[in-house]
């Protein structure tokens, strides 16, 4: 069974940065996607940022050229560096590993935004 623990969330002022961290523990073969969701209060789940094996990272437009996500393989972690934070990127955050075909979740972080 793989579990997922992430942190580094909290309360940041607009323009300040956070790192999230996901930590996978179990049994883990290979890993072939990590991701980044969220989900704001009163709205749906979103993909923020995507990285497969073998791949490039991919992100929504709404955070490009501020959020960077990276994987390292040796720690089984996963990473989301949030820059120039922005009110609207206040929600719950979610990390998401696919592993062969099976998808786990994170409990989720709270990023808060707002001064």
């Known amino acids: 069974q793989v579990q997922l623990v992430e942190s580094g969330g909290g309360l940041v002022q607009p323009g300040g940065s956070l790192r999230l961290s996901c930590v996978a523990s179990g049994s883990i073969p290979s890993v072939n996607i990590v991701a980044w969701f969220r989900q704001a209060p009163g709205k749906q789940r979103e993909l923020v940022a995507v990285?497969?094996?073998?791949?490039?990272?991919q992100y929504v437009d709404s955070v490009k050229g501020r959020f960077t996500i990276s994987r390292d393989n040796a720690k089984n972690t996963v990473y989301l560096q949030m820059n120039s934070l922005k009110p609207e990127d206040t929600a719950v955050y979610y990390c998401?590993?696919?592993?062969?075909?099976?998808?786990?979740w994170g409990q989720g972080t709270q990023v808060t935004v707002s001064s």
């Open positions: 990285f497969a094996a073998g791949g490039r990272p």
């Open positions: 998401k590993v696919v592993i062969g075909t099976t998808p786990y």
